[in-house]
C-alpha cells in the first residue's frame, strides 16, 4: 500500500507507530470532509479497513466511506450499507455511532436509499449495547442523524413516532434532541 495523497501516504495507517497511524487517520478523515473527490479513487482501501480488528481504523474507514457517497459516481458506496447498517447492531457504541452518521451522509448524498437508511436507522431502539447508557445515547446519535435530513423525508410517520417516544428518554439528552427533532419536523 505505498499509494501516496498529496502529502498523505495511506501506508502510514499501517505504520507500527500509533502517532504515525492515527495522525493519518486524522488527516484522511478532514480530507474527506472537505474534499472527497480527492479520496474516492482510494476508495478500496477504506473498504478493506471496515474488517479491521484494529478500532480506530475501522471507524476511520466507516466516516470516509460516510463521507465519500457524495462523490461516489460508481456506485460503490451503495453496495456498502448494508456492511454499514451491519454496524449499527454489533454491540459496540462508538461503531455504532459512526456508523450511524456515515448513514445519514448516504442518506443525504443518495436520495434514493433515505427510506431504507431511515427504517435500519430507527430499528437502534431496539438493540443492545453494554449498558442502558450506551443504548440511550446510540439512539440520541441516530435522532441527530435523521434530524439531518428529516426535511428531505417524504413519509415522516415512523420518525415521529420514534421520537415521540424518545420524549420519555431517562437520558436527558436523548430526550431533548427527541424534542427539538419533533419541534423541526412541525416546521418542515
Not at 426535511?151 to 415512523?158: T, W
Amino acid at each position: 500500500m505505498k499509494t501516496s495523497i498529496g502529502k498523505l501516504n495511506l501506508a502510514d495507517l499501517q505504520s507500527d507507530s500509533a502517532d504515525v497511524k492515527y495522525c493519518c487517520a486524522r488527516n484522511l478523515i478532514a480530507i474527506a470532509r472537505e474534499n472527497p473527490a480527492r479520496l474516492y479513487p482510494h476508495i478500496d482501501t477504506f473498504v478493506k479497513l471496515l474488517d479491521s480488528d484494529n478500532n480506530i481504523l475501522k471507524w476511520t474507514a466507516i466516516i470516509i466511506i460516510g463521507n465519500l457517497a457524495r462523490v461516489d459516481k460508481d456506485k460503490k458506496v451503495d453496495r456498502l450499507i448494508g456492511r454499514l447498517v451491519g454496524f449499527l447492531n454489533a454491540g459496540k457504541l462508538i461503531t455504532a455511532n459512526n456508523a450511524t452518521m456515515a448513514l445519514a451522509g448516504i442518506a443525504i448524498a443518495k436520495p434514493q436509499h433515505r427510506k431504507q437508511i431511515t427504517k435500519e436507522l430507527l430499528k437502534v431502539e431496539h438493540y443492545d449495547y453494554d449498558t442502558d447508557e450506551c443504548h440511550n445515547i446510540a439512539i440520541g446519535k441516530v435522532i441527530e442523524a435523521i434530524g439531518s435530513y428529516s426535511s428531505q423525508l417524504q413519509d415522516k410517520k415512523a420518525v415521529i413516532e420514534f421520537a415521540q417516544r424518545q420524549t420519555g428518554n431517562t437520558r436527558n439528552s436523548t430526550k431533548k434532541k427527541a424534542e427539538r427533532l419533533l419541534k423541526k419536523m412541525k416546521k418542515d
